[in-house]
């Protein structure tokens, strides 16, 4: 599925995550403030990488950092909803994986919302770019479209 | 139990909502930065009172607006930890209820942090204090310890 | 200049918000969130749009919906920084604007992360896209590139 | 000025920040939302002791962790007002600091919120309570009041 087309549904990733929204959430028009959705992006794929060992935010030697982000917004989000986020990974190269998420409103099997980042993965105190290790190359590769 | 006592534990409590930690709630040290586990107050409380058709933020009249909040916080929480809010209301005057509210890191039971807040009950344009409504009193006294 | 090329200059902008950063931005790598970023992008636009008295959040029959954003980031912003962001509107169609916002870190006039949101016109109430009033145009048009 | 009268004013703290608001930082109410002006307390204090090198947030052997926060709120802030944290120190222990910081609406002389924070100084490995060193607790005393 090009990332273009209209609104995917859950069939279309391969890992899923459930957030509680918040009350702050919520922006003056009462409804989620399209920044919020970035952070459910994070939760979600940052969430299953922890979770699986594969990456130590804490004292691990190398890290992923963010170098491009970006979402649509098809229909609202608001609190109290509950948002499962659909993960997929679109690209894998030597240092960088590219995610697909979808975020899913309740019971709804179309997303509300739809968005990508791209990970590098870097050796934490020089920063620069390093080659994805054997073992979370082959954990992301489960996530493949 | 007084609020100034140590940690509270779940039977302290009379209801629970759970909350999914997000990746940036996390801040330089590792650790759920101290101003998140206010948002999960505002989130345990109103999450309660918007499921229950008690507060209508889209369109009521009367609202409820915070006025004193407070947190002592025992032990660290941290991404990807589940947190398990624990809500009792401490005080119910005419137009102000006080809450307290323990954070438990996933399945512990002893608070990872407490705090209170205190809501008024307002008239959404003028915003002045009105008195409560009557089942709006009735089941916040479900939570009363 | 296209979006697609290297990082902006602050002469590539037309209108400049300043913005200090918060402890709560940096996240675990020491640095700020790539979620922060477009609360950045939010608040210089709607700065802008409601010191002018364009729109009116509280009680306009009309407002600004987002539709799509995204961001590269090309190097690190960090608590305690002061953000500038760089406005200029990319795309002024009948009922959206595309505006194009640069971040730039303390006295840098090389842009640290380059983003985009689209703003769609909407009644507040149907929630449908209605054609950019006339004065709103006029000023958008005063941001185009 | 005991800390339970009513709103402070700028003359009684010690050191001031300015903080710009932020779009999200608006509630479904039109105002900021309770949560966010412990953010801008973290942000004046934090901002303070970073520029002066007092703590060393990346790398620095000891760093102060936050025990206990509280605030009241007297009248609303919104974006796109923007913030004045007043900040002096109230008590000054072997270990820890207690802060108190009053929130400024623009050119407002009284405060629109006021609250504390205790901040106890840890070694950042052991997060293990230590004494404040002597050029940090110099430091400090010229904000007390």
Chains 1, 2, 3, 4 share one sequence.
Not at 18 to 26: A, F, K, L, S, V
Not at 66 to 85: I, M, N, Q
Request: aromatic share 12%; charged share 25%; net charge neutral.
């Amino acid at each position: 599925m090009s990332e273009r087309s209209g609104p995917s549904v859950r069939a279309d990733y391969r890992m899923f995550r459930t957030i509680q929204t918040r009350w702050m959430d919520n922006d003056v028009y009462g409804h989620m403030n399209n920044v919020v959705h970035y952070s459910l992006f994070d939760t979600a794929v940052n969430g299953w990488l922890v979770e699986r060992r594969l990456i130590d935010f804490h004292g691990g030697r190398t890290v992923f950092f963010v170098v491009e982000t970006g979402c649509r917004y098809f229909s609202e989000l608001a609190f109290p909803d509950v948002v499962t986020a659909g993960v997929k990974v679109t690209k894998l190269g030597t240092s960088s994986v590219r995610y697909q998420i979808g975020l899913f409103r309740n019971d709804e099997d179309v997303a509300a919302a739809e968005g990508f980042f791209v990970h590098v993965f870097v050796d934490r105190t020089t920063r620069k770019a390093t080659p994805i290790a054997p073992d979370l190359r082959l954990a992301l590769d489960t996530l493949s479209a």
